[in-house]
C-alpha cells in the first residue's frame, strides 16, 4: 500500500509529539515519564484529527483519573474487597464509554491511564505518593494535548479527512462488552496486586490494551499483534541500547533514536487505518521503555527482556479469560454478542 500525503504527516505528528514530550520530562527531570511519551503517541495515533471534542475527552480523562486515584485508591485502597469491587464499577463505566462510542477515546484513555496509575499508587508508600502520580499525570495531558495542537499546526493534513462512523449495537451487546470487559480488567487488577508485580505495568497495560477492540474475535488478533509489536519494540530498544551505549546519558542521541524509530514504525501503524495493531504495539512498546526505563543511572536492557516475557504471559492469561468470560456470557440472551453464531 502506497502512503498518502495525509499518512505521512501524521506519522510527522507522532514521532515528534513522543519526542517532544520525552525530551520535556527528562529535561524538567518530571515523574513518570511513561506518561509524556505514550500519551501523545496515543493521542495523535488513534485519532487523526484534533477537534473541541478530543480535547474535551483528552482532559476528562485526566480529571476523572485524578479524582479515582485519589477518591478511590485514598479511601479504599486498604480494603482489598471494597477496592476490587469500586475497580470493577469504575472500570464498567468506562467501557461502557467506549462500547457507547460517542466517547471512546475518553473510556480508552481513562482505563489504559487508570490502570497505570493505580498500579503504581498501590505501591506508593514505598516511592511516589499520590499526589505527586496525579500531578505528573494531569502535566503530562497538558503537555500531550498542547503538543497534539503544536503538531497538528506544524504538520496539517493536506486534504480533509472522513472519520468512520461506528456501527450501532444492541443492548445486549453493549451489555456483553462493559461485563467482559471490566471483569478482566478487574483480575488482571487484583493478580497484579496480590503477586506483588510492582516492575510488571508494561505487562498490565498489555492485558487492558487487547481489550480496546471490546470482543473476543478481535481481541484475539490484537493480543497475536501485541505480542509482535512488543518483540519487535523490544528488539528495537535493545538494538538502540548497544547503539547508543553510554552515550545514553547524552540527552540528545535518545531523542534522534526515539524520533527515528517512532517514524518509521508510525508507518505500519497509519497504513492499518489508525487501529491498534503491531505498529502501534511496536511504538508504544519503545515509548514505554524509553519514558520509563531510559535514564542516567540506567539502560534499557534488563526492563526489554522482562518486558516480552512478562507481556507474553499476561497477553495470553487474558485472552484465555476474555474467551472463558466471553462463552458465559453468551449463554443469556441478555447478554449476548452479535458476533455469536
Known amino acids: 500500500m502506497m502512503l498518502t500525503a495525509n499518512d505521512v504527516r501524521q506519522m510527522l505528528r507522532i514521532a515528534s509529539g513522543a519526542t517532544l514530550g520525552f525530551t520535556l520530562s527528562k529535561l524538567f527531570n518530571w515523574p513518570m515519564g511513561i506518561f509524556f511519551t505514550v500519551y501523545p503517541m496515543l493521542l495523535l495515533g488513534m485519532v487523526p484529527v484534533i477537534n473541541a471534542h478530543i480535547a474535551r475527552q483528552f482532559v476528562a480523562s485526566a480529571l476523572f483519573c485524578a479524582f479515582a486515584v485519589l477518591i478511590v485508591q485514598g479511601l479504599l485502597g486498604f480494603h482489598p474487597v471494597l477496592m476490587a469491587l469500586a475497580a470493577f464499577l469504575v472500570f464498567a463505566f468506562l467501557f461502557y464509554q467506549m462500547s457507547r462510542g460517542v466517547n471512546f477515546l475518553f473510556g480508552a484513555l481513562s482505563v489504559v491511564g487508570l490502570s497505570i496509575q493505580w498500579h503504581f ?60 470487559c471490566a471483569s478482566v480488567t478487574t483480575i488482571s487488577f487484583i493478580t497484579f496486586q496480590v503477586l506483588d508485580l510492582q516492575d510488571s505495568v508494561s505487562a498490565q497495560a498489555a492485558s487492558i490494551l487487547i481489550l480496546l477492540p471490546l470482543c473476543w474475535k478481535a481481541a484475539g488478533m490484537a493480543g497475536w499483534q501485541r505480542i509482535i509489536g512488543t518483540l519487535i519494540g523490544c528488539n528495537l530498544a535493545l538494538g538502540a541500547q548497544i547503539l547508543l551505549f553510554n552515550y545514553s546519558q547524552i540527552l540528545l542521541f535518545p531523542i534522534l533514536v526515539l524520533w527515528i524509530l517512532t517514524f518509521v514504525f508510525s508507518r505500519y501503524h497509519v497504513l492499518g487505518g489508525g487501529l491498534p495493531g503491531i505498529g502501534f504495539g511496536v511504538i508504544t512498546t519503545f515509548g514505554i521503555l524509553f519514558g520509563q526505563s531510559l535514564a542516567p543511572d540506567q539502560d534499557l536492557i534488563y526492563s526489554a527482556l522482562y518486558r516480552f516475557s512478562s507481556v507474553c504471559v499476561a497477553i495470553a492469561v487474558s485472552l484465555c479469560l476474555v474467551y472463558l468470560i466471553h462463552h458465559m456470557l453468551n449463554r443469556f440472551s441478555a447478554t449476548r454478542h452479535h458476533t455469536y453464531f
Do not use: C
Open 121 to 180: 499508587a498501590s505501591y506508593s508508600p514505598a516511592g511516589m505518593d499520590l499526589y505527586e502520580l496525579i500531578f505528573s499525570n494531569i502535566l503530562a495531558v497538558s503537555v500531550s494535548l498542547g503538543s497534539a495542537y503544536l503538531m497538528h499546526w506544524l504538520f496539517p493534513d493536506v486534504t480533509p479527512r472522513t472519520l468512520p462512523q461506528r456501527p450501532a449495537k444492541d443492548n445486549a451487546s453493549v451489555r456483553h462488552e462493559v461485563l467482559l
